[in-house]
């Protein structure tokens, strides 16, 4: 916008220069309707007052019909930059982008809580025990995130899986059972 601007400024001969004004005018118009944020830029709005100046310097007070469609286009911008003006400023985000939210309280890493549950995934039986099932404790599942789980690389990856599936296969039956019970 701003060469836009530079060249409009630099061309001496008014009729050319109306309907390169004209042209720019309507595409600044177009970019405010079709991008629903442009009119809050401020950049943006400093070139339309900028345009604002070139037609001002080309009027010289005439009520001429060739500054008409121009003139349009200009109100119909700085209404749009009005509005954006009167907008609250947004508000930042609180989150970091890479931050991740748990909604899950943090839970007690494996082992411990009945007489199946291992910190070593290959001591664990794939059917529920009866202490398992008679447990009132919350099978150990791993988080979503990385930073919280209890091993990493190819062993975590093994561990992940295989509490995951367990839980997806033998955890119905499990609360089924602990139900009937």
């Avoid at 601007?5 to 004209?22: A, F, G, P, T, Y």
């Avoid at 910190?119 to 794939?126: A, E, G, R, V």
């Avoid at 919280?148 to 561990?159: E, I, K, P, T, V």
């Amino acid at each position: 916008m701003d060469s836009i601007c530079s060249v409009l400024e630099s061309i001496s001969e008014d009729d050319i220069r109306v309907q390169w004004l004209e042209v720019s005018l309507a595409v600044c118009s177009r970019i405010m309707f079709v991008n629903s944020t442009a009119f809050i830029h401020k950049g943006l709005g400093e070139q339309i007052l900028r345009m604002q100046d070139i037609l001002t310097a080309i009027d010289n007070g005439s009520t001429s019909k060739r500054l008409y469609v121009p003139r349009r286009y200009l109100g119909h911008l700085l209404r749009r930059l009005e509005t954006g003006a009167q907008l609250p400023p947004a508000r930042q985000p609180k989150l970091q982008q890479n931050e991740i939210v748990s909604f899950a309280p943090p839970q007690e890493s494996p082992g411990g809580r009945h007489d199946n549950d291992h910190t070593d995934f290959s001591s664990i039986q794939i059917l529920p025990t009866v202490d398992e099932i008679l447990s009132a404790e919350a099978e150990y599942l791993p988080e979503r995130d990385p930073s919280r789980w209890q091993l990493s690389g190819l062993a975590g990856l093994l561990d992940r899986n295989f509490r995951l599936l367990r839980e997806d296969s033998v955890g119905q039956l499990r609360d089924a059972v602990r139900q009937a019970i």
